[in-house]
């Protein structure tokens, strides 16, 4: 069993919509929780990190984690064109463990 | 600007032949690490190195081999004993003890094909 999981998509959706990307993981050792945004051909860069349970938005994106459950979630409102790209969610105690990744595209 | 440069960007590899890929970052981070991409596995880490002359195994070290002579500089060579190095690879960076919120920061990648 992989520490995180993540549903790889691929997920489409229309302009405007809201997108709801999450993950599940085992170590409850974790801490810290983060999106990355990758681009295709590029590397991943930050995109929002959390610390322990609860909300924080930014902008267009709000990062859930509930530890109780294990679960985190990142949501995408008002979803632009511009946010297609593959999403990788990452938690660390060391070091950071990775999920697969989700493949979103956003339809004009 | 500071960043992490990985080169080259795109590597072709005849079998049998040892291929070394670059990192460098100018970020004055500590940590450095080697990341592979296959298309649905996520990242998995195969080398990372926390201070000079010194790194330890990731999760898929075998037939690789890493140096850490210089802060700055973290190489990876891709062995012929690995015997499906085809994969998108990428070099990151971060302060130590890092993960107080600051994550991780990438490069571009290279992407090395056996040809």
């Known amino acids: 069993q992989k520490e995180v999981e993540q549903d790889p998509g691929p997920l489409s959706v229309p302009e405007g919509a809201i997108v709801s990307l999450n993950c599940t993981y085992s170590n409850s050792a974790f801490q810290y929780f983060m999106w990355y945004r990758q681009y295709s051909r590029k590397g991943p860069e930050l995109l929002m990190y959390?610390?322990?349970?609860g909300n924080k938005e930014d902008g267009r994106f709000t990062a859930q984690v509930d530890k109780s459950s294990k679960y985190i979630s990142l949501f995408i409102r008002d979803s632009q064109p511009s946010d297609s790209a593959t999403y990788l969610c990452a938690m660390n105690d060391y070091k950071l463990s990775f999920g697969a990744g989700t493949t979103v595209t956003v339809r004009a | 600007d500071g960043g992490i440069t990985q080169s080259p960007k795109y590597l072709f590899r005849k079998e049998g032949q040892n291929v070394t890929l670059s990192c460098e970052q100018n970020l004055n981070h500590d940590a450095m690490y080697w990341y592979r991409q296959d298309p649905g596995q996520g990242l998995r880490l195969i080398y990372y190195s926390q201070i000079v002359n010194d790194f330890q195994k990731g999760d898929i070290a075998e037939g690789y081999s890493v140096s850490r002579e210089k802060k700055e500089s973290f190489p990876l060579t891709v062995t012929s004993a690995q015997k499906n190095p085809t994969a998108f690879y990428l070099c990151a960076s971060s302060v130590i003890g890092q993960a107080k919120g600051y994550g991780y920061t990438f490069g571009s990648g290279t992407r090395l094909t056996v040809v």
């Open positions: 959390t610390y322990s349970s």
